[in-house]
């Protein structure tokens, strides 16, 4: 749920991998790799680089270079250039040229809280073809794109450093909002001048896909500019999802029963 303006690249993903993951708490939790360590990151489409915790660039003796500015869901602040990272995720490496911030910690079960050490941002997906299979606990590096029996398609457009793709809410036409696998909740919706961020239920479109009694946090201004809402692990989670950001698509694949 972050987005870091001038972001490094990632190269392509050549053949089928698998990597297997958690969720909990309405996270994506994977393990990184990186000097020899394991460590915890969360897969996070909302942020635009990968971005590594304070305490994790101490771990790894990592350099800490120029500022550059941090946008959250609405928070702004620094982030600082690290450009000696060298982590993989299952065996696939990650993006060099990532970012250092304040990770908070996530609650996890029994009411611990679980360290984040990392999170894996946009420029994982560019120019890859992802599938998250929330059922099976496995993400999927796919070289060739993909579209199953029954898969409703959905057009992804790039917003600065964000994928989105279009939603409407209780009727409306659609919007374009944020593909935000850091994002717990179903939908967070933009209603202009609204009074803070409200919940209610409302029927959510997600191309012929239609969902009744969506909880939806609605909000006055703008999380991200030009950017509607979130589209969040809520309602992700009910399909087999599909990121192909080379042809910018978005494939939903067989609704849990």
Wanted: contains cysteine; positive net charge; aromatic residues 8%.
């Amino acid at each position: 749920m972050l987005a870091i303006l001038l972001l490094g690249a990632c190269g392509i993903a050549a053949e089928r991998i698998e990597i297997p993951f958690q969720f909990e708490n309405g996270l994506i939790w994977v393990d990184v790799a990186a000097k020899g360590k394991k460590l915890k990151f969360v897969v996070d489409s909302g942020a635009g680089a990968t971005v590594l915790h304070f305490d994790t660039v101490r771990k790894l003796r990592l350099k800490v270079g120029e500022a550059r500015p941090l946008y959250g869901a609405g928070m702004q602040g620094v982030a600082y250039r690290v450009t000696d990272f060298e982590g993989s995720v299952g065996g696939v490496p990650l993006s060099r040229d990532a970012f250092a911030v304040p990770l908070r910690k996530v609650k996890g079960r029994g009411w611990k809280f679980r360290k984040m050490d990392g999170m894996i941002g946009q420029d994982f997906f560019r120019e890859r073809i992802v599938e998250i299979d929330y059922p099976n606990r496995r993400l999927t590096l796919l070289a060739e794109g993909r579209g199953g029996r029954g898969a409703v398609r959905l057009p992804i457009r790039r917003e600065k450093d964000a994928m989105c793709v279009p939603v409407g809410v209780d009727g409306s036409e659609p919007r374009w909002v944020r593909l935000d696998t850091g994002c717990v909740s179903d939908l967070e919706w933009v209603v202009p001048g609204a009074a803070g961020r409200r919940e209610r239920e409302a029927v959510v479109r997600l191309g012929s896909l239609r969902h009744e009694g969506v909880r939806i946090g609605s909000h006055g201004s703008p999380l991200f500019p030009n950017e509607a809402g979130l589209l969040g692990n809520g309602l992700l989670s009910h399909y087999r999802v599909t990121i192909d950001g080379r042809a910018m698509q978005l494939f939903l694949e067989k609704p849990l029963r």
